[in-house]
């Protein structure tokens, strides 16, 4: 009950944050130039140009674009994407199914890997595993996203040709259905061998390349508070009841130590959708990331603005589910409180 | 005394010791004494002598490392069979079957013993899952040996099954019968210690529930196999005052009924003389005195337990400072071969700084650690070495 109701105020208050959002960015956006940019060519008289700028109303003052630019974006127009040569709408669902799965899948990696190494560091604290647990995580945070996707596509791509490169192969994407729009997921339904194998190729190397530096940062997390839990005195009360010793660590130890995770491991998310932007580049993998690297370097505005709406609803959507795990994880937090 | 075959559990010769980066901490050392079964025994001494370091070793609960045994052996005996298994030496299977079945604990602080994102029931539930998987089966209406996958018959693998269907199975039929017998096992451990409204309580998170409340909820569980001994490590410390009494007329009553041996782990004074049959007194790591309770509280006989005694301040004295023992506790890392106590001791005489001083055995069942009760000639000292024997003359009586 508490938590629907605290669910319901988050949801009723998300709008409210996103107009604040669309604010900012409109007007960060705008600081960087006209967007007439896209639209002009280089040959044209300034008299052109201005022509061009009053016809899509860049002449207005700021406020009145901004009420325009709004009354699209709640009519769901988000204006022209000059980098894809087709409205913003368009195509943005299938960047944002493409990002969001490769983001999912290296969570996946990072939330895993972390909790199980941060755990057996914490457990075996100060012995081989630690060590070994530890330098990983400090590798794994020193090391810049596109270089160790260099460095993993230089064997595995180029040597031993095991992982290709892109989203997927397309006749083989072609040949199924999208109703999710996640292409391992749309596989997994479909029930094609081919396109599940085809999905998991293209999918493993970029999202262990995106997972890492995550992964890093939530074992060193787990870890300490593995080392925090494991010296409480309800472990111990744990172990003289009689319990085994994996019990002790797994339902004692772990998951009290998975409160603190559960914070950076939502925070982490963010880190996700940041390192996309690098992974897409060097895999060719077409989602938000490629997309408005190219809107940027073009001066796409439109392209640009819809890429942060969407990111921060996206992070903003994944802090709330980390918070109400939160609550379920320990039972003396109050949601709404 | 130590021949008899009436006894439970015996400590031998026990050392523990912590390897720190300064040195070796002696934290317990050569300690030896005995539980008989319905007995209470109080282990007194003051912060850092090692009498918490001594309870955890009975159940072999000192983390290793920091820590080792050093030496000795914690001797449990089956009152049933007779069988003696030694805690330490034994296969961890072995212990972890005792823990909790014939030994239990209590600890310190409720607040931190309990963990804080289960609920009471299911942490309760442990127990019996772990120790009483035959018995919930049976009453569940489920054949043991036959459990509800029905492999082996053997304990271990029967509780296995059990923990699986407590905790993770729904769908099975029998996931109902057993949930309800675990649920009334629980139930009447919590009522036995007078929990009103054990349902509620059940259910609830440990932080819903007051001190008391906690530490009854600790009480009920260890006592939820009825052990032969339960381990109250300063059960009362963590408390307020006026649930102390309330907590503590409950393990006596609890003991009354079921006729468990008790092993307080105390500083209080005041809970020896009501609740002790006999005592230990330990400093640095060491026992320095026992007895009987009442005897050895109105006639210490050690410095320190004098000491210890006179330190209690009493009404009706004129105010003004209180008295204590003068100095400080030594430090344990690696002691020099002479009495601990002798630096802060009125007694202290030549021998007592080159020698460790026995236990020796006195008459009215009693011991005491100190050279003034020891022979010069079988230490091998010069007479004139060694502390006044004077005083002990009128205290013995």
């Known amino acids: ?163 290709p490169l892109g989203r997927s192969t397309p006749e083989i994407f072609d040949s199924i259905g999208h109703p999710t729009g996640l292409y391992t997921v749309d596989a997994a339904i479909s029930l094609n061998p081919t396109a599940i194998w085809d999905s998991i190729r293209h999918i493993i190397l970029p999202a262990v390349v995106l997972g890492f530096g995550s992964m890093a940062i939530i074992v060193r997390m787990m870890r300490s508070s593995m080392v925090e839990t494991m010296s409480e005195e309800y472990v111990d009360a744990a172990r003289a009841k009689g319990l085994p010793e994996k019990l002790v660590i797994k339902r004692h130890a772990r998951r009290n130590a998975l409160v603190p995770t559960a914070t950076v491991i939502g925070l982490s998310f963010g880190f996700l959708l940041q390192g996309a932007v690098a992974v897409e580049l060097i895999f060719r993998w077409p989602g938000l990331g490629q997309w408005v690297t190219g809107a940027i370097l073009s001066g796409d505005q439109a392209t640009i603005m819809a890429y942060v709406l969407v990111t921060s609803l996206i992070f903003m959507l994944v802090n709330l589910a980390v918070d109400i795990a939160y609550a379920y994880l320990d039972r003396r937090v109050v949601l709404g409180s | 005394m130590m021949n008899s075959d009436d006894w439970l559990l015996r400590v031998e010769d026990l050392s523990v010791h912590f390897r720190t980066p300064r040195g070796v901490v002696q934290a317990v050392d050569h300690v030896s004494f005995e539980v008989k079964p319905k007995e209470t025994l109080a282990l007194v001494g003051e912060t850092g002598c090692g009498k918490s370091v001594t309870a955890r070793s009975i159940m072999k609960l000192v983390p290793e490392p920091p820590g080792e045994y050093a030496s000795g052996a914690v001797l449990l005996r089956n009152l049933k069979t007779g069988a003696v298994t030694d805690m330490l030496s034994a296969p961890m299977d072995q212990v972890r079957a005792t823990r909790g079945d014939r030994i239990a604990m209590i600890f310190q602080d409720p607040g931190k013993a309990l963990n804080p994102s289960l609920t009471i029931g299911r942490q ?39 923990r699986r269907n407590f905790f993770h199975l729904t769908r099975r039929g029998h996931s109902r019968a057993i949930r309800a017998a675990v649920d009334d096992a629980v139930m009447s451990a919590l009522s036995d210690t007078g929990i009103p409204n054990p349902r509620k309580v059940m259910s609830s998170y440990p932080h819903e529930l007051s001190g008391g409340m906690k530490q009854r909820v600790m009480i009920a569980q260890a006592l939820a196999c009825d052990p032969d001994l339960l381990i109250a490590d300063e059960p009362t410390t963590a408390l307020d005052v006026t649930i102390q009494a309330r907590i503590l007329d409950l393990i006596n009553d609890m003991q009354q009924r079921r006729g468990t041996a008790i092993l307080y782990i105390t500083h209080d004074l005041s809970l020896v003389r009501q609740f002790a049959d006999r005592l230990a007194v330990m400093y640095a790591g060491r026992i320095v005195e026992s007895g009987p309770a009442l005897e050895v509280l109105k006639s210490p006989q050690h410095p320190y337990t004098q000491g210890l005694l006179a330190a209690i301040p009493r009404a009706g004295t004129p105010r003004g400072k209180l008295a204590a023992i003068a100095g400080s506790v030594p430090q344990l890392i690696d002691p020099p071969a002479q009495c601990h106590f002798s630096s802060r001791c009125t007694w202290c005489a030549e021998a007592c700084t080159s020698h460790i001083p026995k236990l020796i055995h006195m008459p009215g069942d009693r011991d005491v650690a100190c050279l003034r009760f020891e022979q010069a000639d079988s230490i091998g000292v010069d007479p004139s070495d060694m502390p006044s024997h004077v005083a002990s003359a009128e205290v013995v009586s």
């Open chain 2, 124 to 162: 309760l539930a442990e127990v019996f899952g772990e120790h009483r998987a035959a018995m919930l089966l049976t009453q569940a209406g489920i054949d043991p040996e036959k459990g509800p996958i029905g492999s082996g018959s053997i304990a271990s693998q029967r509780a296995g099954v059990l």
């Open chain 1, 1 to 163: 009950m508490q938590v629907k109701q605290y669910l319901i105020r988050r949801l009723a208050l998300l709008p409210l944050i996103m107009l604040g959002v669309s604010v900012i960015v409109f007007t960060l956006t705008r600081f960087t130039g006209s967007p007439v940019g896209i639209y002009a060519t280089p040959n044209m008289t300034p008299d052109e140009v201005a022509a061009l700028e009053e016809r899509y109303g860049l002449d207005e003052p700021i406020p009145v674009q901004y009420a325009y630019w709004l009354g699209g974006l709640l009519r769901g127009d988000l204006g022209w994407s000059g980098v894809s040569v087709a409205p913003v709408t368009d195509v943005i669902g299938l960047k944002m199914a493409a990002t969001l799965e490769l983001a999912l899948f290296a969570a996946l990696v990072a939330i895993i890997g972390g909790i199980a190494l941060g755990t057996i560091a914490g457990v075996r604290r100060n012995k081989a595993p630690d060590h070994a647990a530890r330098f990983f995580s400090i590798l794994g945070a020193s090391t810049p996203t596109f270089w160790f996707g260099l460095l993993l596509l230089i064997p595995f791509y180029l040597w031993l040709d095991w992982f």
